[in-house]
């Protein structure tokens, strides 16, 4: 399994960059997780848009659907041009009914379904959700195959159900927006320390943050993460491929 960053911003992209989300690779199944501001764009760099296979999305903020319109936009343009393509999956949440209800799109995407009672088969992945803490409802995810799995918490604030869900997972993918005098002032979100402490309390064998702000130093939340976590980490890089 590959894990590809595509964008590692919350919020917004900077320049020439995407929000936060990931494309996973298995057996030539691609499946891109969260699709912001200038992912599609980024997830061109690695594949043809007609190559992805499916879609899994933790909620419905901005930063982690605007570009979901394009790229349905995208497969009816080819649609037209005579290079139709079947239906694309984007799996997401119910809870909000208005925004599932618009993954579906004239036949070229296929609104999926998902909740935390229940794990999906997708493609090679076997994929499982758990709540976490967020102004809106937002699934944490975890893709496995074999014996092998990827945990993306998805927008958060500390929340110990995470630790069990994350359990001895090899690869932890972690929001970490916050430097740490901002704990408790901003909801949804994590800091540094807190995602080092959620890597260690699970028993994580690497973790990759994402999700970050905009301003200060990037560094001083990854050196905080590593006062928390003994094991390896770093911020995502975007077109590094994670390899499980």
């Not at 076997?126 to 803490?133: A, E, H, L, Q, Y």
């Not at 999700?211 to 890089?237: K, V």
Request: with cysteine; glycine share 8%.
């Amino acid at each position: 399994m590959n894990i590809i960053p595509l964008g590692i911003w919350g919020g917004y992209p900077k320049a020439n960059s995407a929000t936060s989300s990931f494309l996973l690779e298995h057996d030539d199944f691609h499946c891109l997780v969260d699709c912001g501001s200038g992912v599609l764009a980024s997830l061109q760099n690695y594949i043809a848009l007609d190559q992805l296979d499916a879609v899994v999305i933790s909620h419905y903020h901005a930063d982690h659907i605007a570009d979901i319109g394009s790229l349905q936009y995208s497969r009816l343009i080819q649609y037209y041009l005579g290079h139709p393509s079947p239906a694309l999956p984007i799996y997401g949440h119910a809870k909000d009914e208005e925004q599932f209800a618009k993954l579906t799109y004239k036949e070229q995407t296929h609104g999926i379904e998902i909740s935390e009672e229940h794990s999906v088969q997708i493609g090679p992945f076997t994929v499982s959700f758990c709540p976490t803490v967020h102004p809106v409802y937002c699934l944490a995810m975890k893709f496995t195959v074999a014996d092998k799995s990827v945990v993306f918490t998805a927008d958060t604030e500390w929340a110990d159900q995470l630790v069990s869900f994350a359990k001895n997972t090899d690869l932890l993918i972690s929001e970490a927006n916050l430097y740490e005098e901002h704990i408790g002032k901003s909801p949804g979100h994590l800091a540094g320390s807190q995602a080092g402490k959620l890597a260690s309390a699970a028993n994580a064998g690497q973790l990759v943050l994402t999700h970050l702000p905009h301003h200060g130093d990037l560094q001083d939340i990854l050196q905080a993460a590593q006062t928390t976590f003994a094991g390896i980490a770093e911020i995502a890089e975007v077109g590094k491929f994670y390899s499980l």
